[in-house]
């Protein structure tokens, strides 16, 4: 029999498989192909610039595979990557279902890295390219005959059919400086259009991640737009713009950095949170929309457990019983446990059929229930986190269309819609406010927020609590505010904005560190780089001199606001108190010195600590010390650890 708390904790661990960070795990293939030609293989021009480029862009797109593998191998485990080099001069690549006949090779493609779930030898094997370019050379020789795209085309659809063939999320990386690989062979750009049609039958999308010269702009429609196959939500105003060319030059942006950012902002597939969701405007009047989770608190996560007792890692297999207590233990099935409710001192069960009918408040639906002034909504009713939601044509052809009517009344008149709003199958019903967002850009023309609408959860009525008595705040004088104003304007961030992604998480990526090291086999770093932690000397150079006027004036006036508000002749004895408390002065409460440390303490004195109970007032870290020292137990609550040492007083 369980009871109400047992059954709360259980309905919280079946919450936990609908949680919605639980679509970033979901299986995902990608293969990078990287082009190997003269141009790509020429190195930048030299730049006196920090921020100039240095390596060839190959090289600094097998970088950009190694550094995004390593990553991979943490946050996706179960992820598969791949690299194929093309245009090589020599080829690298058996097809192991044609071996009897011969085996078919794929001229001028080297499978540098096969597709798979990333282990320590793959790493090894780029991390030595990537150090020791001499070294690969010879892998890295160009062809001197004319590349065959179709052919790379070919290889990387066998590459997905084989290794990859049940994968929801499948993509193929180009990486080329190449615009019109085939200008004038229009039968071998026929080709190229065929298997690349086949890849996208077969479900792989191809990103393409043109390189630009400064002598050369790379132009997309002179072949990759007939290869490239775009969704057809790009018709519609909601659009996104095609991603940004990069550029190699003396200076600039690093071509390896815009590498990586592009990358990982493409490597897994946008996933829905739910999808094929009826979005009901107006009776009659329904389209169909997918929910996506684009603002997630980044935290460490443990996607599995890890066996070390061999010699080499290995992923551990987790298996669950649940066993009866009291004398002998027992195993529990299944079909033996029952939930129940406490009301009026009886349990009352349930069977699993009713206790699904009492959590199930409809099937999913955003319901519109009406239109509100957006300036209603205050910025004290968000409750959690909003949910972006964008048109699917899958149930409703036109959804696309109608959506982005809303949207644009919804930015146009200002309002917003409050809907009924169920996400999944047995899911609590929410209020929500449907807000619209316009596209932003960044200086660089990321993208910052796109262009949708989003849920934005409100509270009930219970959630809603009336502040308590709030103090006269104290008002800073003009000579202070002058003051602070001043060593604000000698701290501005350059252009003025803060950039969060330039700030990366320290904890999280010391975390990732550390497991990175464990599984390649590294040396175990000690030395954390936080680049959180603010720039003192900076801060004192420009500002120090002001901050220390600021602090002078700010005594200043605090003595003064004391002494007006308690009275007195100075800030240092001033008496604190209330000015309504005409009551009598309240009794001091004694307090008993401290015994010195458990350590300094003989067993005599233990005994007195004991009979009066004293032992409570030593911290936390004396009782843990001590007991360690009498090789006892040190876990535990306080009370636990108190216990312990009562014990051991009473044995001796």
Not at 4 to 29: G, L, N
Not at 318 to 323: D, L
Not at 529 to 555: C, H, S, V
Request: hydrophobic share 35%.
């Amino acid at each position: 029999m369980a009871d109400k708390e047992s059954w709360k904790k259980e309905e919280e661990e079946e919450e936990e498989d609908y949680d919605e960070s639980t679509f970033i795990t979901q299986k995902d293939a990608v293969l990078f192909a990287i082009d190997v030609s003269k141009t790509m293989l020429t190195d930048p021009p030299p730049s006196n610039d920090k921020k100039a480029e240095k390596d060839s862009p190959t090289l600094a797109a097998i970088k950009c595979a190694y550094q995004i593998m390593q990553q991979r191998i943490i946050s996706s485990p179960k992820d598969m990557m791949g690299v194929l080099l093309f245009g090589t001069e020599q080829s690298k690549f058996q097809d192991e279902d044609a071996s009897s006949r011969g085996g078919i090779q794929y001229p001028h493609c080297y499978l540098l890295s096969d597709l798979n779930i990333p282990d320590i030898e793959d790493v090894k094997t780029l991390k030595g390219i990537v150090e020791n370019e001499e070294g690969a050379r010879e892998i890295l020789e160009p062809t001197r005959e004319p590349v065959s795209m179709s052919n790379m085309l070919f290889c990387a659809n066998q590459i997905f059919t084989t290794r990859a063939p049940n994968f929801g999320s499948r993509r193929l990386f180009i990486i080329t400086d190449k615009d019109d690989p085939h200008a004038a062979d229009k039968n071998m750009r026929n080709q190229a259009q065929v298997r690349a049609k086949d890849l996208y039958d077969l479900g792989v999308i191809i990103e393409l991640f043109p390189i630009s010269h400064p002598d050369h702009e790379f132009d997309r429609s002179k072949f990759y737009d007939d290869i490239i196959y775009r969704d057809a939500a790009e018709g519609s105003d909601l659009a996104l713009p095609p991603t940004a060319f990069k550029s190699q030059g003396g200076g600039g942006i690093s071509l390896l950095s815009t590498l990586i950012s592009d990358i990982n902002s493409k490597q897994v597939a946008k996933r829905s949170l739910f999808s094929h969701m009826p979005f009901e405007i107006g009776p009659s009047l329904k389209i169909t929309v997918k929910g996506y989770n684009l603002l997630q608190k980044q935290a460490p996560a443990r996607n599995c457990f890890i066996w070390a007792g061999g010699e080499t890692l290995q992923i551990a297999q987790g298996e669950t019983k649940k066993f009866s207590g009291g004398d002998v233990a027992r195993e529990v099935q299944k079909v033996e446990i029952k939930k129940a409710y406490k009301f009026g001192g009886t349990n009352v069960m349930f069977n699993p059929e009713e206790q699904k009918e009492l959590k199930n408040f409809g099937p999913p639906v955003l319901r519109i229930i009406g239109f509100k002034p957006r300036s209603m909504l205050k910025i004290q009713d968000s409750v959690k986190k909003s949910t972006f939601i964008y048109p699917s044509e899958e149930d409703y052809v036109g959804s696309t269309r109608v959506f982005a009517a809303l949207w644009k009344k919804l930015v146009k008149s200002k309002i917003m819609g409050v809907a009924w709003f169920i996400a999944r199958s047995n899911a609590s019903p929410a209020l929500v406010a449907i807000l619209p967002s316009e596209e932003r850009f960044d200086d660089s023309r990321v993208q910052v927020i796109p262009a949708g609408l989003w849920l934005y959860p409100l509270p009930f009525a219970d959630d809603i609590r009336e502040p308590g008595p709030v103090p006269k705040p104290l008002i800073a004088s003009e000579e202070l505010t002058t003051s602070t104003r001043k060593i604000v304007q000698q701290l501005q961030l350059p252009g003025g904005i803060y950039d969060p992604s330039k700030y990366p998480n320290p904890s999280l990526q010391w975390h990732y560190k550390i497991i990175q090291a464990m599984a390649l086999e590294d040396e175990i770093p000690t030395v954390q780089e936080d680049k959180t932690m603010p720039k003192f000397r900076q801060i004192d150079k420009r500002a120090g001199e002001y901050i220390n006027e600021w602090g002078k004036i700010l005594d200043e006036e605090a003595r003064a606001s004391q002494k007006s508000r308690y009275g007195g002749i100075d800030g240092t004895d001033l008496k604190r108190g209330s000015d309504d408390d005409d009551g009598p002065p309240k009794k001091k409460i004694k307090v008993e010195k401290n015994e010195g440390t458990l350590a300094d303490m003989s067993v005599d004195d233990l005994k007195n600590a004991v009979e009066r109970g004293t032992l409570k007032k030593f911290t936390l870290a004396d009782l843990r010390d001590w007991l360690k020292t009498k090789g006892l137990s040190s876990s535990g609550k306080k009370q636990d650890l108190i216990d312990r040492i009562e014990q051991w007083v009473e044995d001796h």
